[in-house]
Nanobody
Framework: EVQLQASGGGLVQAGGSLRLSCATS????????IGWFRQAPGKDHEGVSV????????YYADAVKGRFTISTDVAKKTVYLQMNGLKPEDTAGYYC???????????????????WGQGTLVTVSS
């Protein structure tokens, strides 16, 4: 059974930090890319960051470049999203998703991601 378990969300003041975790099981982790997406109330899903476990390539949305860092722990089959310098506009439900790392482009379309976890809520107060 494929599982992606997102955790680490919470309430933080603007300028603060959070680290999200996405623990996975049930698929060939090394051959997959893991992405973080977010959805704010009344808005569509937005790609945040993606990492390829195949070659370590990382990708970031312009809105989070320089503030967020994605990383992977292959032994734990877990992907992390370190979020620094949080802004109120980062408030959203954050979801992790997985897709094959082969033929990874285009990066962002959500329909290309095969497996999804439940969300974890991040709230940034001003």
């Amino acid at each position: 059974e494929v599982q992606l378990q997102a955790s680490g969300g919470g309430l933080v003041q603007a300028g603060g930090s959070l680290r999200l975790s996405c623990a996975t099981s049930g698929f060939a982790f090394d051959d997959y890319a893991i992405g973080w997406f977010r959805q704010a109330p009344g808005k569509d899903h937005e790609g945040v960051s993606v990492i390829s476990n195949l070659d370590g390539s990382t990708y970031y949305a312009d809105a989070v470049k320089g503030r967020f860092t994605i990383s992977t722990d292959v032994a734990k089959k877990t992907v992390y999203l370190q979020m620094n310098g949080l802004k109120p506009e980062d408030t959203a439900g954050y979801y992790c998703a997985a897709r094959s790392a082969y033929a990874l482009h285009p990066i962002w379309p959500i329909n290309l991601y095969t497996y999804w976890g439940q969300g974890t809520l991040v709230t940034v107060s001003s």
